[in-house]
Each structure stands twice: as C-alpha cells, then as structure tokens.
C-alpha cells in the first residue's frame, strides 16, 4: 500500500464510520413513530444482549486464530456468529419481552449497539492505515484479507446497516413469537453473515442487494408471526 492510497485511505474510512450510524437513527425515528418511546429495560437488555454474545464469541475466536489458518479461523468466527446471537437472544426474549414493542425495542437496541461498535472499529481501522509497526501491518493484512480495507462509498455502509437492523429486529420478533425458531434463525443468521462478508470481496452490489432482500424478509416474517400471535 503506497503512502499516496494511504492518505486517501484513511479519510474514506473515517467517513465510512459516521455514515452507519444515521442508520441506527433511521431505526430509532421509525419506531418511536410507530410503537412510542422505547421501555428502558428492553432497550438496554437488546444491548447488553449483543454485548453478551460477542463477549461468547471471544474465546472461539482466540482458539481459532492459535489452531487454525487466517481463514479458516475467519470462517469458524462468522460460522459461530449465529449460535452466540440467537442463544443469547432467545434467553433474553423468554426473561425479558413481554410484548411485541419489548421486542422491537430488544431488536433496535441489540442492532443499535452493533452500529456503534462499527463505526468505532472503523474509525479504528483507518487510524491503522498510516502506522508502519510491525502489528499495524500485521493487523492491515487481515482487515484486507477480510475486505475491510477498501474504501466503499459511505452509502453502501449505510445501506448494510440497515439491513442488519431489520434483521435483528425480525429475529427478536420471530423468537417473541415462536422461541423454537431459534433453530431456524441459528443457521439463518450464520449464512447471512457469512455470504455478507465474502460477497463484499467479489460483488459489493449484489451483496448489499441480496441482504436487503434478507432483511426485509425476515423482519416481514417476524412482525407477522408477532402481529398473529
């Protein structure tokens, strides 16, 4: 990576990082419009929920970057993604949600945290970019390997998050209604995340097209089965 890419570089990503966020506030406008202000014991559970599963996510992350190659570890992480959020998330549902705002709330707040982290893992990334230690170079060769290291035009990051916020909210809502789906979303959740991050290497476009359409079929999916139960 020239020194000249590298100037460009970091900006782009910087801009990249605060264009996901608006999308988080989309979210937070829509709801409250539609269902009212947000009960704080959902909100901040949907939260603290997301937060739980990552730090799940941890330990198999570090036992994979020992045991396995880059990217076989990458795909033991993202594969694992869908069982640490929707065990958790069913937990959270079944102690939790009593009703179908609880859930949209749940939903928001468990997306709205991931947002956040993000933009800051962006803004992270792009201060990495100009740093010429050994661990900086090491850490750029993983994000490139992981398709983070490319400037996309901020409208694409915002479009990804929303799709990832209707997906968190049709999951939260689906479980609200049938938690033995959580079979169903383990997997589903797991693939989504896994065709996400190797589309975005070889079609950007298509990508955030087929998670889009993913998006709003799964939060159809989870207000009908809501809305019916």
Known sequence: MTDTVDARLAPRLRLNAVAVLPAAVLAAVVLLVVVGAPPALPLLAGAGGWLLALMLRQPVALLAARRLPRDRAAAVVGWFSGPAEELVRVLLVLLLIGSVPDALWAGFGWAAIEV???????FVIAGLVNRDDE????????LAAQGMMTPHHPAWGFLERVSAIALH?????AL?????????TIPVHSAVNMLAVRGVRTNLALTEAGLAVAGAAVLAGGLALALAG
Do not use: D, I, Y
């Open 169 to 173: 909210l049709g999951f939260t809502l």
């Open 135 to 142: 661990k900086s170079r090491e850490a750029r060769e993983l």
């Open 116 to 122: 956040l982290l993000v933009a800051v893992n962006t």
């Open 176 to 184: 609200f209604a049938a938690p033995w789906l959580v079979v169903l």
